[in-house]
C-alpha cells in the first residue's frame, strides 16, 4: 500500500504505527482508571504524614521487593536499555545491566540507615545531621536537580511511548501519564506508589516474558549476527570506545543515583526492620536479566528490518512490530507500568524531600502533619506541572537528557558512602567532593561524551573526599543521627500511656 | 562608489553579496528536500540521526535514503527506503560517510558529511581502568564497613 493512502501514519515524528490511535486512548483509559482507583484505595491507610510519606514503616520482603524492583524498572531499563543497545552494541547492553550492582551494593546501607536513624525521613534528614547545613543544601540542590531530570526523562518517554505505538501525539501522552501518576501519587502517598508498584511489578514481569519469547522466536539469532556484521559492525566489536567507557560510566552513575537519592532512602526507612537489605538484594537479581532482554530485542531491529526514527523508540518499536497488533496491547501496558512505577515513586520522593528538608526544616518547623500533607500535595501537583512544560520541546533524546545528570550524582557517592561508615568523614571532603566532581564531570560530558560524565564525577569526587577526609579528620558521633521527627513527639504525646 | 553620503564608501564584496542573496532562491529552487544531522560532522561514536523535511510543502511520499564513503556516491548503499523522514545510523566504523535522501523520481537532498573517528583506545583503557578501581573501592568499602558496623552492633 502506498505510504499516503496507509491509514497509520504518524506525521509527528515520521514513524509508522502500531496500533490505531483509537486503541491506544482506550487502553490509555483503562490503566490510567486502573491505576487512579487503586492509589485512591491504598492512600486510604495513610491517616498521619508518616503513614503518608513512609507507609507506616511497616513495608514487607514481597512488597519491599516489588517497589523497589518496579521502581528501578523505569521508562530507563524498559526505553533506555535498548538505546544503549542500538549505540553502543553488545557493551552498551551489558553496561546497561551493571545499574543491577547499585540497588545489590546498596543493600547493606539500607541496613545501615535503618539502624542509625530509626526515625529518619528522607537522605537530606541524614545529611544535614551527619555533615550539617551548608553540605546539606548543596546535596538538595543536586537531588533534586537530579530528581527533576528523572522526572522529565520518563515524562518523555511516556509521550514517545504512546506516540511510537498508537500515533498519540506526544505532547497529549506525556500530559496524561504525568497526570495519572500525580493523581494518585497525590491521593495515597507511598501507600499508593508501593501499592500500585506490586502489580505494575506483576504486569511487568508478565509481558517480558511474553515479549522475549516472541521477539526469540521471530528472530533468526544467526541473521541478526550476520547483518549487524555487515550494517552496524562496530555494534559487535569488543573494543568500541564509546561502549567500553559506557560500562562504568553507567555503573557509577546506577550507584549515585541509588545511593543518594530520596527515592531509595524512603523505601529503606519505610521497610520493617531487616526486611531492607534482604529487598534490594532480591530486586537487584530480579532486575538484571531485564535490560539484557531489552537490550537484544534492539539489536534485532536491522535484522527485522525497522527503520527508527530515534534511538530511544527502538524498544517498543520492535516489541510491538514482532508481537503484531495484539501483542502491542501487551507491550503498551508493560511500557505504560513500568513508566508509571517510576513516576510515581520520583515524584512522592522529591515531593517528600522538598516537604521535610526545604519547607519544614527551612521555612515552617512548627508546620502540624495536616499541613505538610497539604503542602506536600502542592509540591507533586507543582513538579507534575513544571515537568510537562519541560517536557514539551523534547530537548533531547533519554540518554542525553538523563545522563546530564549523571556528574552530579556520582559525585554523591563517597561523601555518601564514607558519612554512613566512616566516623573521620567530614563536611570539608564531602562539599569538596561533590564540587569539584561535579565539574569535572560536567567537563567529561561535554567534551568527550555523555558516556564519561558520571564516571569522571565518581573518580575526582572519591579522590577529594579521601584526601581531605586524611587531612582534616573528624570524629563523627552517630548518635546525632538519632532525631525523632516534631510530629512523632507530638504523636507520642497525644497517645494515652499504656 | 560613492552614494549620496560622500564619506560613505561600498566595498564591492558588499554589492556582489547583495547579488547572491538574490539570485540564491534561483540557484535553491529545484531542492525540494533538505536534510540535516544529529552531529555537526564528526562523530566519536559512530551513530548519527539523520532528519529531511520537504520544503515544498508537499506530503505522502517514499523517500531513499543513500549512504556511501565517497563523495561522488560511486558505490551507495540504500539505508532506508520508506515513509519516515528520519533514520538512526549505529555502529559505523572510522571513516568519511556521505548521505543524501530524494523522493521516488525526485531530484537528490543536500549531502551530509560526517566523519566517524572513535576515541583512542588508550583514552578507553585508562577510563576503563579508573572506572573498575573506582568501583572496586566503593565495593570494598561498603562490605567492610558494613562487616565492621555488623561487628560492633
Given at each position: ?22 486503541t ?133 518517554a ?5 506516540n ?21 501519587t ?23 516474558v ?33 561502549a ?19 527515592v ?56 510491538a ?64 506541572v ?30 555518601i ?52 577526609t ?26 494515652p500511656?499504656? | 562608489?560613492?552614494?549620496l ?47 529531511w523535511?520537504?520544503?515544498?510543502g ?50 537528490w ?45
Open positions: 500500500m502506498a505510504p499516503e493512502n496507509r491509514p497509520e501514519f504518524n506525521n509527528m515524528t515520521h514513524q509508522s504505527y502500531i496500533i490505531s490511535p483509537e491506544g486512548w482506550i487502553l490509555l483509559g483503562l490503566l490510567s482508571v486502573l491505576w487512579i482507583v487503586l492509589g485512591i484505595y491504598w492512600g486510604k491507610k495513610a491517616k498521619s504524614m508518616e503513614g503518608y510519606m513512609l507507609a507506616g514503616r511497616n513495608v514487607g520482603l514481597a512488597f519491599g521487593m516489588a517497589t523497589v524492583m518496579a521502581t528501578w524498572v523505569t521508562s530507563n531499563t524498559t526505553m533506555l536499555a535498548p538505546q544503549f543497545a542500538l549505540e553502543l552494541g553488545v557493551w552498551g547492553m551489558l553496561a546497561y545491566s551493571t545499574g543491577a550492582l547499585g540497588l545489590l551494593l546498596f543493600a547493606p546501607l539500607a541496613k545501615r540507615i535503618r539502624a542509625l536513624m530509626p526515625n529518619g525521613y528522607t537522605s537530606g534528614d541524614f545529611i544535614r545531621l551527619r555533615y550539617g547545613k551548608p553540605t546539606w543544601i548543596l546535596f538538595l540542590i543536586i537531588s533534586i536537580f537530579y530528581g527533576f531530570f528523572w522526572l522529565i526523562s520518563m515524562g518523555m511516556g509521550g514517545i511511548l504512546m511510537a505505538i498508537a500515533g498519540i501525539p506526544y505532547e497529549i501522552g506525556t500530559a496524561v501519564i504525568l497526570g495519572v501518576c500525580v493523581t494518585y497525590l491521593f495515597g502517598g507511598l501507600y499508593a506508589v508501593i501499592g500500585t508498584d506490586y502489580i505494575q511489578t506483576v504486569l511487568i514481569m508478565i509481558g517480558v511474553i515479549i522475549g519469547i516472541a521477539v526469540f522466536q521471530a528472530v533468526d539469532m544467526e541473521k541478526i549476527y550476520s547483518t549487524l556484521q555487515e550494517e552496524r559492525p562496530m555494534l559487535l566489536n569488543a573494543l568500541m570506545p564509546a567500553l567507557m559506557a560500562v562504568f560510566n553507567n555503573l557509577l552513575f546506577g550507584l549515585g543515583e541509588v545511593f543518594h537519592s530520596n531509595w532512602w524512603s523505601r529503606a526507612f519505610a521497610m520493617r526492620d531487616k526486611v531492607g537489605k534482604k529487598a534490594y538484594i532480591l530486586a537487584g537479581f530480579s532486575w538484571l536479566p531485564i535490560p539484557v532482554a531489552a537490550g537484544f530485542i534492539a539489536l534485532a531491529s536491522t535484522s527485522l528490518d525497522i527503520n527508527v526514527t530515534s534511538p530511544d523508540m527502538v524498544g517498543p518499536l520492535v516489541a512490530s514482532v508481537l503484531g497488533k495484539a501483542g502491542a496491547v501487551v507491550v503498551f501496558m508493560v511500557f505504560f507500568c513500568s513508566l508509571a512505577s517510576s513516576l510515581d515513586s520520583l515524584l512522592a520522593s522529591t515531593a517528600d524531600l522538598i516537604t521535610e528538608d526545604i519547607y519544614r526544616k527551612m521555612i515552617n518547623p512548627s508546620a502540624s502533619g495536616k499541613k505538610l500533607r497539604k503542602v506536600s500535595s502542592g509540591i507533586v501537583i507543582g513538579l507534575g513544571v515537568a510537562l512544560l519541560v517536557c514539551l520541546p523534547r530537548i533531547g533524546t533519554l540518554a542525553t537528557v538523563l545522563f546530564f545528570a549523571g556528574p552530579l550524582v556520582a559525585s554523591t557517592i563517597w561523601p558512602a564514607t558519612g554512613l561508615y566512616w566516623r573521620k568523614a567530614n563536611a570539608r571532603g564531602a562539599i569538596a567532593g561533590m564540587i569539584t566532581g561535579t565539574v569535572a564531570g560536567l567537563i567529561a560530558y561535554f567534551q568527550l561524551g555523555w558516556y564519561t560524565g558520571a564516571l569522571v564525577g565518581a573518580s575526582v569526587s572519591m579522590i577529594v573526599v579521601i584526601v581531605v586524611w587531612a582534616t579528620p573528624s570524629s563523627f558521633n552517630w548518635k546525632t543521627l538519632h532525631e525523632i521527627h516534631p510530629e512523632k513527639i507530638s504523636d507520642e504525646n497525644a497517645s500511656k499504656s | 562608489m560613492t552614494f553620503y560622500p564619506n560613505v564608501q561600498i566595498n564591492h564584496r558588499v554589492i556582489f553579496f547583495l547579488l547572491m542573496l538574490m539570485v540564491a532562491p534561483a540557484v535553491g529552487a529545484g531542492q525540494q528536500i533538505e536534510l540535516s544531522s544529529s552531529k555537526s560532522g564528526l562523530s566519536r561514536d559512530g551513530h548519527v540521526r539523520l532528519q523535511a520537504v520544503t515544498d508537499s506530503s505522502g511520499n517514499v523517500f531513499l535514503v543513500q549512504q556511501a564513503e565517497t563523495e561522488a556516491f560511486s558505490t551507495p548503499r540504500i539505508i532506508y527506503h520508506g515513509p519516515d523522514q528520519a533514520t538512526f545510523i549505529s555502529g559505523l566504523e572510522n571513516g568519511n560517510y556521505y548521505f543524501r535522501v530524494r523522493r521516488e523520481n525526485g531530484d537532498s543536500n549531502v551530509m558529511a560526517l566523519e566517524v573517528n572513535h576515541h583512542s583506545l588508550y583514552l578507553t583503557f585508562i577510563l576503563l581502568s579508573i572506572g573498575a578501581v573506582v568501583f572496586l573501592l566503593t565495593a570494598a568499602m561498603v562490605i567492610y564497613g558494613s562487616r565492621k558496623s555488623a561487628r560492633i552492633q
